[in-house]
Structures are given as C-alpha cells and as structure tokens.
Nanobody, 116 residues
Framework: QLQLVESGGGLVQPGGSLRLSCAAS????????IGWFRQAPWQERVGVGC????????YYANSVKGRFTISRDIAKNTVYLQMNDLKPEDTAIYYC?????????WGQGTQVTVSS
C-alpha cells in the first residue's frame, strides 16, 4: 500500500531555510507527479508546487517561485522541497501528495513555522 511520509518541518527565523522530504513506501516510476500543498490556520489548502516523475519538470505557485525548489531522487522514492528566504506567511502545515493512475495519495503533513 502506498504511503507518504514527510519530514523536515520545524521553526525557522524569517530569511532562513528548511528542506522538507517526502518518502514514498513504493516505487514511483508509474506515477504522474509528486508535489506539495500547504494549509495555514483558518485557510484553505493551496498548491505550492509539483514535479513530474517522468521528466523532472517542476511547477511552482507564484508566491514561492524563486524561493522554493522541488527535486526528486527516484532511487530513494523521495521528493524534496527546498525552501529558502522563508517568510512568516509561509507558516503552514505542508502536505506531500502523489498523483497516481488510481487517485491522489496524501502524507500526514509537517508543520513549518517562520517566526522571530
């Protein structure tokens, strides 16, 4: 059964960096894309970005473009979200997801807090 496990969240000061990881329990070569959403308190879950499993092309929300980078390690079934120049408005629970031919699977989420 496919499961996703996120890690790497925490507390960081504005301007700092964090790297989130999303590890899949099975191989991902047959799937379409892996990405990240985030949900701030009292707000809807919104997309952050995603990466194509096949060719590695990545897409980002305008709010994070130029600051966040998504990469993948196919051998490790893991996707990373490198977050630089973090701002207080980046504070949220970050959820990893994977788009499969059978639907979308979600991770449990990891908290990112940007505060001085």
């Amino acid at each position: 059964q496919l499961q996703l496990v996120e890690s790497g969240g925490g507390l960081v000061q504005p301007g700092g960096s964090l790297r989130l990881s999303c590890a899949a329990s099975t191989g991902t070569s047959d799937y379409y894309s892996i990405g990240w959403f985030r949900q701030a308190p009292w707000q809807e879950r919104v997309g952050v970005g995603c990466i194509s499993i096949k060719d590695g092309s990545a897409y980002y929300a305008n709010s994070v473009k130029g600051r966040f980078t998504i990469s993948r390690d196919i051998a490790k079934n893991t996707v990373y979200l490198q977050m630089n120049d973090l701002k207080p408005e980046d504070t949220a629970i970050y959820y990893c997801y994977i788009n499969t031919p059978w639907g979308i699977a979600w991770g449990q989420g990891t908290q990112v807090t940007v505060s001085s």
